[in-house]
């Protein structure tokens, strides 16, 4: 895996191994053509699942809450994901969880991921990281080292893992748990130096990024971008004063993310995400929302639950799905209409099919305007670099969101604009 001029990972290799184009490769790639979907690899899973929800996958039991300090106050939503690795080290379930902490400076990236096998290692690793990995070296240690692994990843890495371990019996016996995070999509690490031009650094500059600084007097949903420096100085501003903070935009989007179906990583054994509906989103604490989909990791939270280790509350699937309304609406019908108009280059086994029915011209617009911005955010950045001129990017980044909101919450004089046009439309 190395970097592309976008800031994107991407795989490199000879050119006959990217004209082979193997059934092997096809079957185990997230987004091959031959992949096992996600429906299928969770029917084999989780086969006697208490719930089976269109919306959401199978699963057992599905909760609102957090965990107990320092679990909580160390993570960006409500500690439970970290909590859960570590309480699986500390049951012995598994022996190390793959997850990603920041990288060592010069190491080429901002973040990687790690194997820890203790709650402090486990804590290194805690908050959201929207930045470019990859598993390479783990998968390497885990089929050197024998040892029972758990593996945190947004779902299209968690159905990558699976898909592996099913060609591979080393792996499918020493990877025993998955630990899933909700995804609106991913990010390239121009993000990073976007932030870098608005707070008026150089990206050399900079040591660390902390995409979501915690502040209990505040919100959950008041992200704040902080960039500590070489230095030891740091810069900081709310992601609502950034030309590219409205995340729905997708500003960097990973273009595989266009033909993504899964929000809620349905093929791990239990999935993580905010709970962004009130009074949870108000709170500056950080509140999860958590659907178990093995009857262990029920278990575990439930002795979690009556040992005070966490402050849990049962909920059903319609409140996972509030939480995360946009991003499933945007996943499947508006999966549906970008089969339809930007059909990928090879046929893709997805449980959407092609499809422009039902959608308004307003929210189609939504939809185009989304992939419109995630294509040419990653070329006017570029330019922006190649030429030493931020504002080239800033500039048009600015102008494309102030279109977008009007567009999509009928804001300033496009939104009027738009509302002359089109009906109104809820994106």
């Not at 600084?213 to 704040?224: H, V």
Request: with cysteine.
């Amino acid at each position: 895996m190395d970097w592309d001029r976008f800031g994107q990972l991407k795989p490199r290799g000879p050119a006959d191994w990217y004209a082979a184009r193997t059934e092997a490769f096809s079957r185990q790639c997230p987004f091959g053509t031959l992949a096992t979907n996600e429906d299928e690899l969770a029917a084999d899973r989780f086969a006697t699942a208490a719930v089976r929800d269109p919306r959401i996958g199978s699963f057992e039991q599905a909760y609102v809450g957090a965990a107990k300090d320092p679990y909580r106050a160390e993570g960006s939503s409500g500690g439970m994901v970290s909590w859960v690795a570590s309480a699986l080290l500390a049951s012995g379930r598994v022996d190390s969880v793959a997850h990603v902490e920041p990288a060592d400076p010069g190491s080429g990236g901002l973040f990687h991921f790690r194997l820890s096998r203790t709650r402090e290692e486990v804590s290194g690793g805690a908050k959201s990281r929207y930045y470019p990995v990859h598993l390479t070296e783990v998968i390497r240690t885990i089929r050197e080292t024998p040892g029972r692994y758990a593996i945190v990843g947004v779902p299209c890495f968690i159905k990558a893992v699976h898909l592996l371990r099913r060609a591979d019996p080393v792996l499918e016996d020493r990877i025993t748990h998955t630990l899933g995070l909700f995804c609106g999509h991913m990010k390239s690490a121009a993000f990073v130096q976007s932030f870098a031009w608005q707070l008026d650094t150089a990206m050399d500059e900079v040591a660390a990024v902390d995409y979501r600084i915690k502040d209990q007097g505040r919100p959950a949903n008041w992200y704040r971008a902080h960039l500590t420096l070489k230095d030891g100085s740091s810069r900081a501003e709310d992601w609502w004063h950034l030309v590219d903070g409205d995340w729905g935009a997708g500003f960097f989007q990973n273009n595989a993310c266009n033909y993504c179906d899964d929000v809620v990583a349905e093929t791990a054994d239990i999935s993580f995400g905010d709970a962004w509906l009130e009074p949870y989103s108000s709170d500056g604490r950080g509140t999860n929302v958590v659907v178990a989909r093995t009857p262990e990791m029920r278990d575990l939270l439930n002795s979690g639950a009556a040992t005070r280790s966490l402050e849990l509350a049962s909920v059903d699937a319609d409140f996972i799905v509030q939480t995360q309304a946009a991003g499933l609406r945007h996943r499947r019908e508006g999966l549906a209409y970008r089969l339809r108009f930007m059909p990928p280059a090879l046929p893709l086994q997805k449980r959407v099919a092609p499809s422009s029915a039902g959608i308004d011209r307003r929210r189609k617009l939504v939809f185009r305007s989304r992939a419109w911005i995630a294509h040419w955010s990653h070329r006017m950045a570029y330019a922006a670099r190649r030429t030493g001129l931020p504002c080239v990017y800033t500039a048009w980044a600015r102008a494309s969101l102030t279109a977008y909101r009007g567009l999509t919450y009928s804001i300033g004089p496009l939104g009027r604009w738009f509302d002359r046009l089109f009906p109104k439309s809820t994106a």
